[in-house]
Structure formats: structure tokens, C-alpha cells
């Protein structure tokens, strides 16, 4: 029978402080030029791993040890924290919307019929993240929906486009626009009236996260349902050629923009009787949008209009907020994680990060819900990160803050438990700048030190991981690890998470 006690350890004594720290993007690969964790600085870690080699070890934090689709899945944070947080292996998102896509289950579900009754009337609008990294969605599940859609009933389509360039390479936007081009063109052939009917990129329009800046989340909401923007194209080709050529950004900082019709007029607002999907399944950046979509309350900033509309979300996002209240595939059911088991037991735990990764150990290490399973046993403090910078401009980011607040947590004698996470390898190494990545390790180094001191004055234990890689290796590379060179003999930047 089921029970929240937990019998004590055998070996380790109750009572202890444990540290625990999570370097976010951390990972190991052979000590080259490219190695920003190798060349950097890091004391704090060299010392864990040479003065404690039955204590340290690699773990696997991608492919199916996370519960991905397949070995070639890099890691995320997401899955990463899902995995740490609840001490066991879920089927995710990724995998969990294949298998609906395959089986055609997705388009017989509640989520499905509910969007569906806006087919006669009223346009589907797809949002979404355009690429194949697969982090947060795959640019082959949209186009499947696409066509199945279509398939039943939908006949008109609108699809509003975030370009990536973060889990994927830089430029890698322009393939992935002529993909998906090329399916629109397909569905025309069959009567289908589908198109692109604005875009932006992912860190510029959208996708924000954890409130760290709403201006994000506007942008896209002026575009994609207002259909205002400051670009305005013809076609989404153009539109992302040209906007990397000429505003210099890009892919993930492409400037909002909509598509228009010969005489100048937006070919897609959303409107009442439409329905809406957002077609990522990835959480952490979906549950702004989902807000602005689905509460009829909202003060975040002024959307003008409110269109009554039918919305869906890939996945649900927030377990607790229960949002999106429509979905077309069921999430991972993650339960009984470690957090709520420790609140039954008499642990107290203090969580802390900056804003862009205090959902992680929160939100994602309590299985994708918000808030606390009871606030007397557990105290989350988030320090507020620098926004509308990218992080390469300020590397050290908060680390030095989140170390002080877990020492002076663990000094307190307060909590039994304290989690951070340290975001700077992962931040600033999706900037694809590697002498600033650099300068980033060091920062995460220094991090640890501080909080492994606290635990050394207490007498307690500590336990440092990572969630997943990524500033270990920053060039793209042949199968035989070579660094691949673009046409100019320029070697080709690697801004996403490793294996
Ligand atoms: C992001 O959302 O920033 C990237 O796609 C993945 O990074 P994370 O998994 O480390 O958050
Ligand atoms: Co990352």
C-alpha cells in the first residue's frame, strides 16, 4: 500500500543539510579550444572530480535516459529537471505527441473536437516554435497536424511562426520556412487555404518565460492576433531573408513581422470563431501565451482586442493552474515527485534560481506545477535576472546572488534541503559567444565554491549535477569530431544543448 513516510537512510545520518546544485548546460566532452568548461577556471569542479573519484560520475541526460524520443535527442531542462525532481523516467511531450500523431488518437480527442467545431466558420491559427530541435517541438509533428487538420475540415489555415536558431543552428530558419512552405503549397493543391501569417523570433516574440519580460509576449499578441507589426512582407521567405539581412538579427532575435496581401492587408488576425493551437509541447514558455490566449482577466498589458476564440494547447501546461483548459495530447503524468514526498516527511526545502531558470527547480522539478505543496515546509525565493540584455553582455548573470542566498539558507539551520540552479554555462552558452562563455563557466564555478563552503562550516552533504550539456562543446562537428567550417572557412558557431 501506498505511503508519503519515508524510511531513513541506511548509512547516512538524519538530520543534515544536503546542497544541491543543478549547472544548468553542463556537461563533458573532450578537453578542446571549444570547450568553455575546460578552458575556463573552475576549481570548485576540477576539485570535486579529482579529489573524489569514487564519488563522481558521468550520468546520461538526453536521449531515452530522460525519456525522449530517441538517442539522438539532446537534453533539455525540461526533461532534465522533470527526471531530477521526481527520481524517475517519464515518457515527455515529444515523444507522447508522436505517438498520438501516429496512431491519429490526437484527432479524435477532447482537445481535437473542441477546436474542430470553429472549422466551418472560422480559421485554425498554429503558433509555434519552427524547427527540428525538438526541445520544445518538431517541425514534423507540425506539419502532420497540418495535414490532418486539414483532413478534417479545417480549410483555412494560419500558421504564426517563431523562428529558432537557439536548439538549432544560426540561419537554419530559412530551410525550415521553404519546409514548411513547401506543405502549405500542398495543402492549396487540395483547396486548402493555408499560409504563414506572421513571425518573429523565439527570445524576441513569444516564447519569454517564467514573466521575465511580458514586452515578448506582447510583441507576438500585436502580430499574430492584432496583426500589427513594424515588418511587413509578402511571403515568409522574404520575410526572414530579409530580415536577417537587413535589421542584422538572428534567428533567435528576428523582429516581429506579418505577412500581407496585394493590397498591403494582413492575410490572418485571429478573430472571433476561430480556433487557435499553440503546437509547441514544451512547457516553460507556453504558459505566458496560453494566459494572454485563454483569461478572460489579464492585465499584463493591453490587448486591444480579445477575440472569443476556440484555444488549444499541445500539452496542457501548468498542472496546477490546469492551463491551457483544452489540450490535444495529455502530459506526462508526473506524481509523487521528491519535493511533495519531502513536505510529508518533515524536510524543509528552500529553492532558489534567477528568473529565467527559477521555474527549474521549481515548476519543472515538482513535475510541471506552480506553486508551493505547502508553503510552511518550503520557501522558494527567485532573484529577478537582467532583462532585455543577452547574456553574453552581463555573463556572471546572478550566480554570485543565488550562492549567497543557499549559504546564508544553509547557515540558517532552517532547511534540510537547499536547491539551486546556476544558469550561466546554459545562458550564455546559447548566445554562441565562447570567449564570453568562458568568463560564464567560471562564474558557475565560483557558485559552487561559496555554497560547498556553507555545507563544509554545517557538516553536510552535498550532491552537484548538471541537467544537461552544452558550453562543453560549442562548435557543430563531422561524425569524426572535427569542427565543421562554413564557406568561409569560419567554423560553424553551436548555440544548442549537446548529447
Ligand atoms: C530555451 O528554452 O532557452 C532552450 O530552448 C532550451 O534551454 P533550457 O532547456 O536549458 O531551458
Ligand atoms: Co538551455
Known amino acids: 500500500e501506498f505511503s508519503w513516510k519515508l524510511k531513513d537512510h541506511p548509512k547516512l545520518p538524519k538530520g543534515k543539510t544536503v546542497g544541491l546544485i543543478v549547472l544548468d548546460g553542463w556537461g563533458e566532452a573532450n578537453p578542446d579550444q571549444y570547450n568553455c568548461i575546460h578552458v575556463a577556471q573552475t576549481p570548485a569542479m576540477d576539485s570535486l572530480k579529482q579529489g573524489a573519484p569514487d564519488r563522481w560520475r558521468l550520468v546520461r541526460a538526453h536521449g531515452k535516459a530522460v525519456g525522449l524520443p530517441t538517442e539522438d535527442d539532446m ?49 485554425l491559427h498554429l503558433i509555434g516554435l519552427l524547427s527540428d530541435g525538438g526541445v520544445h517541438s518538431r517541425i514534423d509533428q507540425l506539419l502532420l497536424l497540418l495535414k490532418g487538420a486539414s483532413e478534417h475540415g479545417a480549410k483555412r489555415i494560419r500558421v504564426h511562426i517563431l523562428t529558432d536558431g537557439r536548439d538549432v ?31 518573429g523570433g523565439r527570445m524576441y516574440v513569444t516564447m519569454d518565460r517564467y514573466e521575465n519580460d511580458w514586452d515578448v509576449v506582447k510583441r507576438g499578441w500585436y502580430a499574430q492576433v492584432l496583426g500589427e507589426a513594424p515588418y511587413k512582407f509578402k511571403n515568409a521567405i522574404e520575410a526572414v531573408k530579409k530580415l536577417r539581412e537587413e535589421t542584422n538579427a538572428n534567428d533567435q532575435y528576428l523582429p516581429p513581422f506579418v505577412i500581407v496581401d496585394e493590397n498591403g492587408k494582413h492575410v490572418g488576425p485571429i478573430e472571433d470563431g476561430d480556433a487557435v493551437v499553440t503546437f509547441n509541447f514544451r512547457a516553460d514558455r507556453m504558459v505566458m501565451i496560453a494566459k494572454v490566449l485563454e483569461y478572460e482577466d489579464f492585465d499584463k ?35 509523487r515527485t521528491s519535493g511533495e514526498y519531502l513536505v510529508h516527511n518533515g524536510v524543509r526545502t528552500f529553492a532558489c534560481s534567477e528568473t529565467v531558470k527559477f521555474g527549474h527547480v521549481t515548476f519543472f522539478w515538482n513535475g510541471n506545477r506552480s506553486g508551493y505543496f505547502n508553503p510552511e515546509m518550503e520557501e522558494y525565493v527567485e532573484i529577478p535576472s537582467d532583462s532585455g540584455i543577452t547574456f553574453n553582455v552581463k555573463p556572471k548573470m546572478k550566480a554570485l546572488e543565488i550562492a549567497e542566498k543557499a549559504r546564508d539558507a544553509i547557515l540558517s539551520g532552517k532547511f534540510h534541503q537547499v536547491r539551486v540552479n546556476l544558469p550561466n554555462s546554459d545562458m550564455v552558452g546559447h548566445t554562441g559567444d565562447i570567449e564570453v562563455t568562458i568568463v560564464a563557466c567560471k562564474a558557475a564555478d565560483d557558485g559552487v565554491k561559496m555554497i560547498l563552503e556553507a555545507i563544509e562550516q554545517v557538516g553536510g552533504i552535498y550532491v552537484v549535477t548538471a541537467d544537461h550539456g ?16 562554413d564557406k568561409n572557412g569560419n567554423i560553424q558557431i553551436l548555440t544548442s544543448h549537446t548529447l
Not at 537554419?172 to 513571425?199: N, P, R, W, Y
Not at 494547447?313 to 490546469?322: A, I
Open 301 to 335: 498589458f493591453d490587448r486591444v482586442r480579445f477575440p472569443k476564440i476556440r484555444y488549444a494547447g499541445m500539452l496542457q501546461y501548468d498542472g496546477e493552474l490546469k492551463l491551457p483548459s483544452h489540450y490535444l495530447v495529455s502530459p506526462p503524468d508526473i506524481e
Open 75 to 123: 537534453g533539455n531542462s525540461e526533461v532534465g529537471h522533470n527526471a531530477l525532481g521526481a527520481g524517475r523516467i517519464y515518457v515527455q511531450g515529444a515523444k507522447l505527441v508522436d505517438l498520438a500523431l501516429a496512431s491519429g488518437k490526437i484527432f479524435e480527442g477532447e482537445g481535437f473536437k473542441y477546436i474542430k467545431e470553429s472549422f466551418k466558420t472560422g480559421t
Open 169 to 199: 543552428l544560426d540561419g537554419s530558419s530559412i530551410g525550415f520556412v521553404e519546409t514548411l512552405e513547401e506543405e502549405l503549397a500542398h495543402l492549396h493543391e487540395k483547396g486548402v487555404d493555408a499560409q504563414v501569417a506572421s513571425g
Open 470 to 485: 552544452n558550453a562543453e562543446d560549442m562548435v557543430k562537428r563531422d561524425k569524426s569530431g572535427k569542427p565543421l567550417l
